[in-house]
Structure formats: C-alpha cells, structure tokens
C-alpha cells in the first residue's frame, strides 16, 4: 500500500500554522491523519516481533531501547507521524477542544515515546480535563526519559504542583528544588514557587538536605537519568567520528546540561576506554561492539566511580547555557 502524505505535505501545513492559519490547516491535516492511520493499520501494524515508530534521530532510538527495554524490532515508519499528530493537537487547542488534543497528542506520543514535550503537553491537557492522576503520571514518566534539562525541570515543577494540591508539601518543596535547578525560568516552576511561598512558606524555605530527603523517603528518583546523558555522548562520539562537529557538539551540550560539565567529562572518558577495551575483546577488534554492550559497561563503570550527576555552584545544571 502506497502512502499518500509525504514529509513535503506535513511541512507546507506547519506553515499555515506558523502564520497562525489553524484553518486552512485542520483540514489537511484531518486528510493526512485519516491517510497515516489506513496505512498504519495495513503497513505499521505491530506485533510481538516488530514495532514500527517515528523517532528524529538515532538517538531517541538508542534511548528508547536502553528505557523500554523492548525487545522487538524496530522499524522507521516512512514519515514523521508524530508531528502529524501534534499539529492536529495544537490546532484543537487554539479551538479549546481539548479532549480532541488529548487524543491527538496520545497518537504523538505513541509514534514517539521518547519525545517529553509531547508528554508534558499531553500532561497538562489531562491537568486541564481533571485527570490529575494522568497528569501526574506523564510527568513522572519524563523523568526517566528526558534528554533536555528544561524538559527534565519542567516535569518535576508538574510533579511539585500535583504534590502541592494534595497537601504534600514537603515533597512539593524537594521538586520545586530539582525544577529551579534545572528549569529556573520556565512558567511552571515560576508558578510552583510562588504558590509554595504563599502556602507552604516553611517547607518553601526548608534546607536542601530536608527537601531531598522528603524525596527519597517516598522512593522518588529525582535526577536525570545516567542512561540518558550516555547515549547522548555516545551519539556525539559517533557524529563526531563522521566528521559532523555540530551534531556533536549539540549532543554533549545536552549531556552537560543534565548532569554536569564534570560528569560529562567522566562519562565521555568512560565511553572511549569501554568502546576501546570491548572492540579488543571482540576477537582482536574486528567484531563491531553493539552499542548496548557500551551502554551496559559504561553504566557500571560509573556506578563504581561514583554518582554520575554532577551540580554547579548555584545547585544545578547550567539548563540556560
């Protein structure tokens, strides 16, 4: 079966909707959905071997294995589905629809797991139609998968507003601390910390040990994930080997920011002995090492080095640089 939307189509509708045209763009992009969803059914269709999604790099591919754990194989879908998905949500959001949205940006979701902001809006959509369980889920859920530290802050700013709501201050203090840390300017955690003044003034002005504590007591991993940055500088190891200097540098930028300019060292340090040390256990360095194999040793290298996450002077990542 032929596909009749191409990444052409897909562009010249976000055009409409970057000059704010929402409708000149819900119909085609109501004509591409209906188009991806007959050829997914035909095309696309999972099963306990295979899976079909829309990552953007390979990247999201390697994290989307070292965090599901999935064991089929994955397969690109032709196009970006995905953003099919999240522009027919933005749209249905400029109308109000917002239940709509929220089955739009679960669409997204779906066809890439591992983009947070899909997740984060598709939290506050929940947020807005009253499921504050779903709300808080998604965001948890970022925490473990967020490869941008703005995204990783925002999430916890959500998670400290669930907390806030239901009267747990003390956690809500420990999450405003990581959301600060890492997204200091974002709306959520502007409007998280200044709820938590008024309203919880002691906890708001608790010590960091107090607030970290309130955090681990309840079993909450309030740090981005080691995996995560790992993969990011081992696509920037690999871009850089193929002679692509700004790819990767944006990959070990986006490292750094999560767990630190220290810790990036190390773990880009780690990544060159482990590759080197494993392609020579691989029959004198002829077989290629799987980059799962990388990931594991590096993971417990680190472990027993240390923790991974590394914060600057003022109690965090540098998120803005």
Same mark, same amino acid.
């Given at each position: ?125 929940? &947020? ?5 369980? +779903?709300? @808080? *889920?998604?965001?948890?859920?970022? $925490?473990? !998968?967020?490869? /941008? #530290? ?103 930028? &986006? ?5 630190? +300019?220290? @810790? *990036?060292?190390?773990?880009?340090? $780690?990544? !060159?002995?482990? /590759? #080197? ?45």
């Amino acid at each position: 079966m032929d596909l009749s939307v191409s990444l052409e189509d897909i562009q010249h509708v976000e055009n409409f909707l970057g000059q704010g045209d929402v409708e000149s763009a819900l119909p085609a992009l109501l004509e591409m959905r209906d188009a991806i969803e007959d050829y997914a059914e035909c095309v696309c269709r999972a099963t306990d071997h295979i899976q079909y999604f829309t990552f953007s790099d390979s990247f999201e591919l390697l994290a989307y294995r070292r965090v599901e754990k999935d064991p089929r194989t994955i397969q690109q879908a032709p196009i970006p589905f995905d953003r099919v998905y999240s522009d027919l949500a933005f749209v249905y959001i400029q109308q109000q629809e917002y239940a709509l949205a929220r089955d739009a940006l679960k669409q997204a979701v779906r066809w890439n797991p591992m983009n947070c902001a899909y997740r984060l809006d598709l939290a506050e959509l929940y &947020r807005v139609l009253g499921d504050t369980r +779903e709300w @808080a *889920a998604l965001n948890y859920s970022v $925490l473990a !998968r967020a490869a /941008d #530290a703005k995204l990783f802050g925002r999430a916890c700013a959500g998670l400290g507003l669930f907390f806030l709501d239901k009267d747990e201050k003390m956690l809500a203090s420990g999450f405003a601390r990581r959301a600060a840390a890492y997204a200091p300017g974002e709306r959520q955690t502007l409007s998280l910390m200044q709820r938590l003044m008024a309203e919880a003034p002691e906890e708001a002005n608790a010590s960091e040990e107090e607030a970290a504590r309130a955090l681990e007591e309840q079993g909450f991993e309030a740090d981005p994930n080691a995996e995560i940055a790992i993969c990011l500088l081992m696509c920037a190891t690999d871009a850089a080997q193929e002679g692509d200097r700004n790819e990767a540098t944006r990959y070990t930028l &986006r490292a750094r920011d999560l767990v630190g +300019e220290d @810790a *990036a060292k190390a773990l880009i340090q $780690l990544i !060159r002995e482990t /590759d #080197a040390e494993l392609a020579a256990e691989h029959t004198g360095g002829n077989a290629p090492v799987s980059e799962g194999e990388v990931v594991d040793a590096v993971m417990a290298a680190s472990a027993k080095a240390g923790p991974v996450a590394a914060e600057n002077e003022d109690g965090g990542p540098d998120a803005e640089s």
